[in-house]
Nanobody, 119 residues
């Protein structure tokens, strides 16, 4: 079992920055890929960024060059640095991880944190 606790959401004006954090606990050694998703009103939840334990990352095109995902394995914490924020970034952001063996991965979610970007 893995528990994910998020923090760092809030209200920011367009062009501003926020950093989201996700603290993981439980069976930490079993965590493989971690990522951030977001869901805006009336839209499907979408993958924003992912990072493997070794540090390889990938991003959705709309945030490339603006967002940076990172993880501190010693602190069991995932981060999303969001710069040059736009109103269209407004959404609930969710921390996610896959944990277990490569043959039996389980998907875990944080509770979500609201990010609102004003025009």
């Amino acid at each position: 079992q893995v528990q994910l606790v998020e923090s760092g959401g809030g209200l920011v004006q367009a062009g501003g920055s926020l950093r989201l954090s996700c603290a993981a606990s439980g069976n930490i050694a079993s965590i493989n890929v971690m990522g951030w998703y977001r869901q805006a009103p009336g839209k499907q939840r979408e993958l924003v960024a992912v990072i493997a334990r070794g540090g390889n990352t990938n991003y959705v095109d709309s945030v490339k060059g603006r967002f940076t995902i990172s993880r501190d394995n010693a602190k069991n914490t995932l981060y999303l640095q969001m710069n040059s924020l736009k109103p269209e970034d407004t959404a609930v952001y969710y921390c996610n991880c896959n944990a277990g063996s490569i043959w039996n991965l389980v998907n875990y979610w944080g509770q979500g944190t609201q990010v609102t970007v004003s025009s």
